[in-house]
């Protein structure tokens, strides 16, 4: 069974950092894609960062490339959200996804959410 236990959301003021960990139980880590999304009050689930099982090629969403940097531990299994410069908007609830199809792509994961694997979230809320 699949798990996926993030941490290390919270409370944090505009221009501030905070570093989101996933840690990743029941699937051979080192072999999936993983990735982030948030979801905003009232808004839909959307994608921010992703990094692909071979290489640790990283690709992020327009709104948090250069600030955000996604990396991953495949000893420790675990799966890292560094946030810099926060602003307001990035408030939401973050994810942690794996794949559930073994060396996919990166490109197949995030257009396909439904098939994920799924952490329970943690809040960031950023104040202005």
């Known amino acids: 069974q699949v798990q996926l236990v993030e941490s290390g959301g919270g409370l944090v003021q505009v221009g501030a950092s905070l570093s989101l960990s996933c840690a990743a139980s029941?699937?051979?880590?080192?072999?999936?894609?993983m990735a982030w999304f948030r979801q905003a009050p009232g808004q839909e689930r959307e994608w921010v960062a992703a990094?692909?099982?071979?290489?640790?090629?990283?690709y992020y969403s327009d709104s948090v490339r250069g600030r955000f940097t996604i990396s991953r531990d495949d000893v420790k299994n675990t799966l890292t959200l560094q946030m810099d410069s926060l602003k307001s908007e990035d408030t939401a609830v973050y994810y942690c996804?794996?794949?559930?199809?073994?060396?996919?792509?990166?490109?197949?994961?995030?257009?396909?959410?439904?098939?994920?694997?799924w952490g329970q979230g943690t809040q960031v809320y950023v104040s202005s």
């Open positions: 029941g699937l051979a880590f080192s072999r999936y894609a």
């Open positions: 996804a794996s794949d559930s199809t073994s060396r996919g792509t990166v490109r197949n994961m995030v257009r396909s959410p439904s098939t994920l694997y």
């Open positions: 990094i692909s099982w071979r290489n640790g090629i990283t």
